[in-house]
């Protein structure tokens, strides 16, 4: 049996370098787009043939064989990382849009609750509007109430003196039934003064 020679061995070894480099390759091309995908298989199918050398050309030329399978498996190297790496930069430009359109999303979510809470608050606004001019006008007539019926018990040419008599025959229980407004209403068609900040005992106690 001839002994195998340093170049031989170096060659056997590139080969099955080779041969390693043509399946790890094939297995990566399965995760790669369809074009680097075709391009990977090719290279890898170019390093198997270098990798399928007779063993006459091995003990022949065992130098240009292993000078093959190096070339085969540099370029298979190169056009595999190539690969992965536009894979991976289009996976993550995918990645990154997509995050990008669920932010929209988010902004346009929050945009529509904020403009819905805003019509929500105008309406609101709007409402308690209408009931504080409610109140006013209500506020205002029953003022215009009180005053008429002062005006229909007392004559505007009335002395002051006849009408505070006529309001200290009015008893505290009659008193008690008005309001703050039609007492002080009252103490002002009297002629008295500082009513403006009493309280309801003390505007009934300055009336009788």
Same mark, same amino acid.
């Given at each position: 049996?001839?002994? =195998?020679?340093?170049?031989?061995?170096?060659?056997?070894? @590139?080969?099955?370098?080779?041969?390693?480099?043509?399946?790890?390759?094939?297995?990566? !091309?399965? $995760?790669?787009?369809?074009?680097?995908? /075709?391009?990977?298989?090719?290279?890898?199918?170019?390093? /198997?043939?270098? $990798?399928?050398?007779?063993?006459?050309?091995?003990? *022949?030329?065992?130098?240009?064989?292993?000078?093959? !399978?190096?070339?085969?498996? &540099?370029?298979?190297?190169?056009? &595999?990382?190539?690969?992965?790496?536009?894979?991976?930069?289009? !996976? &993550? +430009?995918?990645?990154? /849009?997509?995050?990008?359109?669920?932010?929209?999303? +988010? #902004?346009?979510?929050?945009? $529509?609750? +904020?403009?819905?809470?805003?019509?929500?608050?105008?309406?609101?606004?709007?409402?308690?509007?209408?009931?504080?001019?409610?109140?006013?006008?209500? !506020?205002?007539?029953?003022? $215009?109430?009180?005053?008429?019926?002062?005006? @229909?018990?007392?004559?505007?040419?009335?002395?002051?003196?006849?009408?505070?008599?006529?309001?200290?025959?009015?008893?505290? =229980?009659?008193?008690?039934?008005? =309001?703050?407004?039609?007492?002080?209403?009252?103490? +002002?068609?009297?002629?008295? =003064?500082?009513?403006?900040?009493? &309280? *309801?005992?003390?505007? #009934?106690?300055?009336?009788?």
């Amino acid at each position: 049996m001839a002994k =195998t020679t340093k170049a031989e061995r170096k060659a056997l070894d @590139a080969m099955a370098e080779a041969a390693d480099a043509a399946k790890d390759a094939k297995k990566v !091309a399965k $995760a790669l787009p369809k074009k680097p995908a /075709a391009d990977v298989r090719n290279l890898a199918a170019e390093a /198997a043939d270098a $990798a399928d050398a007779s063993k006459k050309q091995v003990r *022949k030329k065992p130098k240009k064989v292993a000078e093959r !399978a190096k070339r085969a498996v &540099t370029r298979l190297q190169k056009a &595999t990382t190539k690969a992965l790496a536009k894979a991976e930069a289009k !996976a &993550t +430009r995918r990645a990154e /849009a997509g995050a990008a359109a669920a932010e929209a999303e +988010r #902004i346009e979510a929050e945009a $529509a609750r +904020r403009k819905a809470e805003a019509k929500e608050l105008r309406k609101l606004a709007a409402k308690a509007q209408r009931s504080a001019e409610k109140a006013d006008r209500e !506020a205002a007539a029953a003022q $215009a109430e009180v005053e008429a019926e002062i005006s @229909a018990d007392h004559s505007d040419d009335a002395p002051p003196a006849r009408r505070r008599a006529a309001s200290r025959a009015a008893s505290p =229980t009659d008193l008690s039934a008005l =309001t703050v407004p039609q007492l002080r209403a009252r103490a +002002r068609a009297e002629g008295r =003064t500082g009513y403006s900040r009493m &309280t *309801k005992p003390q505007l #009934i106690e300055l009336l009788t």
